[in-house]
């Protein structure tokens, strides 16, 4: 059997990693995440936020692992398997292999803007999971799928579900689930690595202290609860987050660029051939594991530097972000809280394209 290997990160220090963990990041779609901005264009506002999805996939894996680790060696009845452990260590490090260029940009702005049918809903866990399948499919090796403990079928769909954070009705050991993508109250390791990563690279100062809230953990009912001393570093948690949005994810200059960047792939959609052997529209492409896993945040620079004159108004719009010539924030309107609800912010930027 080969042994973990060590990877050093700057938020969590030296981590250890399952050898089937090292074969997953080792193939070509993984990697792929290299290529990948965690925030879109947010670099383009704060010059430190260049950091990609793949460190943020790795530093996902390794939380996922610890607080797991710490369920079972503070409660040994909940009899947490080994490879329940690695399962829930595979979903956290493959959870955002589904994002497309510029991140949330792609599926949050460009997906909804080009209506491609059947997909209007489509967001990045789904293009996860088929990514997670086509890996195990079609690229790992039968010996690193039979590296202890020897995952079978039935393991990969409970990964795909882990992504998902969808709870099987009678599913075992349901706590589980709200690992890596809690969706009973949000509080998961995604967003603790990502809290911790975008502040450091950001320069934002972060109050929230993750590993405090995995010591202060226990499993209750079925279901992950923190002790009740811990309730002011959840506070923090939640402070994080919106102060996050306030300053840098929803920042107007950033807002404006995605914009523009959002514009741009929509005009170049049916102009920039995707894929090696079959080609497609990028708005495709999420049909296609093959195709999807060359689209990259490279697209950008594609179209920037193109002589294909069908690229032309498409490569205007970039030009323009290039000499800073972007478009101006003509009013804000702030939502009430039905608006809110409805749309899933609270403020809307109004900006003016000439």
């Not at 965690?38 to 010059?47: D, H, K, M, T, W």
Request: include cysteine; proline fraction near 4%.
């Amino acid at each position: 059997m080969e042994l973990n290997k060590i990877f050093n990160d700057p938020i969590h220090g030296h981590i250890e990693l399952h050898p089937l963990c090292v074969a997953i990041i080792d193939t070509p779609p993984f990697q792929r995440l290299r290529d990948i901005k965690q925030l879109g264009a947010c670099n383009r506002v704060y010059p430190g936020a260049s950091h990609s999805r793949f460190e943020h996939s790795i530093g996902v894996c390794y939380l996922a692992g610890k607080f797991v680790r710490h369920l079972k060696n503070k409660q040994p009845g909940l009899d947490i398997k080994p490879k329940e452990l690695l399962c829930v260590e595979i979903a956290g490090l493959c959870h955002d292999l589904g994002h497309g260029p510029f991140s949330h940009l792609f599926d949050n702005m460009f997906i909804p803007e080009v209506k491609v049918k059947d997909d209007a809903d489509w967001k990045h866990e789904d293009a996860s999971c088929k990514m997670f399948e086509h890996i195990w499919d079609n690229i790992l090796k039968d010996g690193d799928k039979k590296q202890e403990p020897n995952l079978l079928g039935r393991d990969v769909t409970f990964i795909k579900e882990l992504i998902m954070g969808t709870k099987p009705e009678r599913a075992d050991k349901r706590f589980l689930y709200e690992i890596v993508c809690n969706n009973r109250n949000g509080i998961d390791v995604d967003k603790w690595d990502y809290f911790a990563r975008d502040c450091y690279h950001l320069g934002i100062k972060n109050n929230f202290d993750h590993n405090r809230l995995i010591y202060s953990s226990r499993v209750i009912d079925d279901e992950i609860c923190f002790r009740d001393k811990a309730l002011v570093n959840v506070c923090d948690m939640f402070y994080t987050r919106s102060n996050l949005h306030r300053r840098a994810y929803q920042h107007k200059v950033t807002k404006v660029i995605e914009l523009m960047i959002r514009d741009a792939l929509v005009l170049a959609d049916g102009s920039l051939p995707i894929g090696k052997e079959k080609k497609m529209k990028m708005s495709e492409a999420i049909k296609d594991m093959d195709a999807y896993a060359t689209l990259t945040d490279s697209v950008y620079y594609h179209i920037l530097w193109s002589r294909d004159p069908d690229l032309k108004d498409a490569q205007d719009i970039l030009v323009r972000i290039e000499t800073r010539d972007l478009y101006r924030l003509a009013r804000e309107k702030t939502l009430n809280e039905e608006q809110k609800k409805e749309m899933g912010f609270s403020a809307v930027h109004i900006f003016h394209m000439a």
